[in-house]
């Protein structure tokens, strides 16, 4: 459905300006199938907002291809190109709506540019207001609505002309969590109900956990790490990865135990580790057996289990106390099941 090949995005200053060319992307690679829901998170300046405004070539590429629904859009300009965007539909961070218009106007506006008729565009935006939850106001101006009423007038206006695409840029991060779960949950509903592909780019985890179905991070205009959501959560690649998970989940050793946790192991010195269980491992007892099995002692520091859509993530940070050869062993028991090993460093014993 939507395809990005080689997308790259290059500013350059205008004549006489002595500021350096900006890369905003490069070489950027990125499939999302019919009825998806794909989420993009990285840094402010990563290339985020570049990256979704090149989609619908708000941003037109400086290098690359863009096919949405089988069609080049970086083959397009004027009047084809305008008429493809109908079929993308795009929400932003601060709704954009008309204050001298009403709910329905706003709805309506995009119908009207089109020079659809009044009564089409009455069946059109009357069921649209229904799906939103927004049917009673209809003749309301936006300051009369919430944050969240007026995103999902924007929503609305951006279903208005059918499109098969809806793109998402930070649509929730001017809300307060409460209304951003309910945004979410209308995404959701929409994309079950329509069967829409939808891309949003976001810097907040909670986002993706909750609605995507798969995510890429970016990292100064490239995507350094792809992955279904289930994954990214249980075992990122990257260390930015596992920065954002970090964050996300706040599951870090105590401050003075980071003081004095050094990278190579010690005669007398012993592991520091963070696990991630997931599937059958998460209600398994591995870490008495653990104890049992190879002669060490666990210290658990912190543990918390998350549900991330269907799957559920067990996560732990503990010390693993023993003689080196043991603690080995107790590393290589935990790798050979179904979890996540990252060891944080190790730390002298007090012994």
Do not use: W
């Not at 008495?288 to 658990?300: H, K, T, Y």
């Amino acid at each position: 459905m939507i395809r990005l090949h080689n997308v790259s995005k290059t500013y350059y200053p205008r004549r006489g300006d002595s500021a350096q060319a900006v890369h905003a992307l490069k070489d950027v690679d990125l499939q999302i199938p019919q009825g998806r829901i794909h989420g993009v998170i990285g840094l402010s300046g990563a290339g985020k907002s570049t990256l979704i405004r090149c989609v619908n070539l708000l941003e037109r590429p400086t290098t690359g291809i863009v096919t949405v629904d089988g069609r080049d859009l970086t083959g397009l300009s004027g009047a084809a190109l305008n008429e493809a965007r109908h079929g993308i539909g795009m929400i932003f961070q601060h709704f954009n709506l008309l204050t001298n218009r009403t709910v329905f106007a706003n709805v309506a506006l995009p119908l009207e540019l089109m020079g659809m008729q009044r009564g089409a565009i009455r069946e059109r935006v009357t069921p649209l207001l229904e799906l939103v939850g927004l049917a009673d106001k209809a003749s309301q101006y936006p300051a009369q609505l919430s944050g969240g009423q007026k995103q999902r007038v924007a929503i609305a206006r951006a279903l208005a002309s059918r499109p098969k695409v809806l793109l998402c840029d930070e649509a929730t991060s001017a809300l307060d969590p409460q209304t951003t779960g309910s945004i979410l949950a209308l995404l959701r509903d929409i994309n079950h109900k329509l069967g829409l592909t939808i891309l949003l780019i976001t810097h907040e985890m909670e986002v993706v956990k909750s609605i995507c179905h798969r995510v890429s991070l970016i990292s100064d205009g490239r995507i350094v790490e792809e992955a279904e959501v289930g994954d990214f959560f249980t075992a990122p690649r990257t260390r930015l990865g596992r920065d954002f998970l970090n964050d996300f989940l706040k599951l870090e050793p105590p401050r003075a135990l980071i003081e004095r946790l050094e990278e190579a192991p010690g005669k007398r010195s012993h592991p520091v580790v963070r696990l991630a269980f997931s599937g059958d491992a998460v209600s398994t007892p591995l870490i008495s057996r653990l104890a049992r099995e190879c002669g060490v002692d666990v210290s658990i520091l912190q543990a918390k289990v998350e549900s991330i859509q269907e799957r559920t993530l067990g996560l732990m940070i503990a010390e693993l106390m023993g003689p080196p050869a043991k603690t080995r062993e107790a590393l290589a028991y935990l790798e050979s099941h179904d979890l996540h090993v990252e060891v944080l460093g190790h730390v002298q014993r007090d012994d």
